[in-house]
């Protein structure tokens, strides 16, 4: 699925009321599993949305973790649904257009993309600057749902195979996962 404007598209979604797949126990293990425990790394959450996956890795793993998305509605609910004050830090930031360098850090332990990358305009591009935040040792991790497994009226907010394939080429390592229609990707330089 191509979107002209991230913002202009999600920003009424969230604001309607409208919320996405949650993070649920078998996928929390599996981010458990491949990110490890932060002990005060960076962490950056790409498109974060309501904020579930961040406070995940910020409370639960112990990650120093910054949250972006492109819709400010998605932020207004993920900041309202924080607990206490030493939570992530949520940041409004279209990764593919605006720059990347006025996030907090320069590099991240680990960077993720949870039910992102289908909508990413130019794939290439965008890997292109997750490599430039993840130093080596960081981790990469991708949920995505696949193509195939989705229903016809569904399939465009999957990867293809060869979105795929374009998601993991070049990295020294690669893991993946399946969990029902999504994929779990741990990629590191």
């Not at 949520?90 to 039910?115: H, K, M, N, S």
């Not at 991708?142 to 569904?154: F, G």
């Amino acid at each position: 699925m191509t979107i002209t404007n991230p913002a202009e598209y999600w920003d009424p979604l969230w604001a309607s009321g409208r919320r996405y797949r949650g993070v649920g126990p078998e996928e929390r293990q599996l981010t458990s599993r491949f990110l490890g425990a932060g002990r005060g790394r960076p962490a950056l959450d790409i498109g974060c949305g309501d904020g579930v996956l961040a406070r995940y890795l910020h409370g639960d793993l112990g990650y120093r973790t910054t949250a972006i998305d492109c819709a400010s509605a998605a932020l207004e609910i993920a900041q309202a649904e924080q607990d206490t004050s030493d939570g992530p830090h949520f940041q409004r930031l279209d990764v593919e257009t605006e720059d990347i360098r006025t996030l907090p850090e320069a590099g991240y332990a680990a960077v993720t993309c949870r039910l992102v990358f289908a909508f990413i305009k130019d794939k290439a591009a965008f890997l292109a600057r997750i490599r430039y935040l993840l130093p080596p040792g960081g981790t990469f991790w991708v949920v995505t749902p696949l193509a195939e497994r989705l229903p016809d009226e569904r399939k465009s907010i999957g990867i293809s195979p060869q979105h795929a394939e374009l998601l993991t080429a070049s990295w020294s390592s690669v893991h993946s996962e399946d969990l029902d229609t999504l994929r779990c990707y741990a990629l590191r330089p």
